[in-house]
């Protein structure tokens, strides 16, 4: 595992631009794992402006997203669709039919989840996975749980997710309960995996995620087995890191 302490926010986000830019770079035809939330949005207009004016051509990437909150449709703004074609997809030359998010609005959700895989497993597996890391410690919405759950599958979310995420929202009773995530093992089949962590209220969970004991109980605890993970931390989300190690 690689650490990275970034300055800021905005260093941090650059850091982890030129390191998905140079996966595109050295395969163009990538297949990435993308992830929503506050963490990775300077990194997505980071890509859009090397796109727009170093010329990096995304034309042959294919994206699967981690996760999609059940019963919003695509074009809800709180849906992680409408976060996806707002801050990225619709700034770049990403082809439609490369792009893939659990749909939230399907009627068999069983099927929508088995399909997910699938087509990840079709595909021949994710290149390069980016997470960010939940105040509980999940990747997507992998919750802390009793055990990992493997595939991509229904969630119900935690209520620390809930109540992190009704900030994009107008009151916290429209925070969907329930959303399809990735698994672990999704995540940790993926080759290279990318870790962006951000703020001083990630610092603990951070510390307990990269040093403490493997648990679901801090889901991104099981990074410390893959063979491949660069983690980027703004500073600020680092000073137990650096006090504990
Ligand atoms: P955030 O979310 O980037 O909005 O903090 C991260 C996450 O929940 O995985």
């Known amino acids: 595992m690689r650490i990275v302490i970034a300055k800021d926010y905005k260093d941090m986000s650059a850091r982890a631009a030129r390191i998905v ?10 297949i ?24 990096l051509d995304l034309s042959e990437i294919v994206t699967f997203n981690l996760d999609e ?5 695509k074009e809800d ?3 992680y669709h409408y976060y996806m074609f707002h801050h990225f997809f619709n700034h770049i030359n990403i082809k439609k039919k490369n792009i893939f998010i659990p749909d939230g609005m399907v009627q068999d959700v069983g099927q929508e989840c088995k399909n997910y895989d699938e087509n990840i497993k ?3 597996g994710i290149d390069l996975q980016v997470l960010g890391i939940g105040n509980n410690g999940h990747i997507g919405f992998n919750e802390p749980d009793i055990k990992f759950e493997a595939t991509t599958h229904k969630v119900k979310l935690d209520d620390e997710t809930i109540h992190a995420n009704a900030r994009f929202f107008a009151t916290i009773e429209e925070v969907p309960r329930f959303a399809i995530s990735m698994g672990i093992k999704t995540i940790m089949h993926a080759k290279k995996v990318l870790l962006l962590v951000s703020g001083e209220n990630k610092a ?7 040093y403490g004991g493997i ?3 801090i889901p991104a605890s099981i990074l410390q087995l893959h063979q491949d993970v660069t983690v980027i931390v703004e500073e600020s989300a680092a000073h137990l ?3 504990k190690s």
């Open 69 to 73: 909150y059940l019963g919003l449709p």
């Open 241 to 243: 890191l650096q006090q």
């Open 215 to 217: 648990t679901p109980e």
């Open 21 to 30: 830019a140079g996966q595109i770079y050295l395969k163009p035809n990538s």
């Open 77 to 79: 703004q709180q849906s």
């Open 32 to 55: 990435l794992g993308l992830a929503t939330g506050s963490t990775p949005l300077l990194m997505y207009k980071e890509l859009i402006r090397v796109h727009k004016e170093v010329g």
């Open 204 to 210: 603990e969970v951070l510390y307990h995620a990269l």
């Open 122 to 124: 079709e595909m021949g």
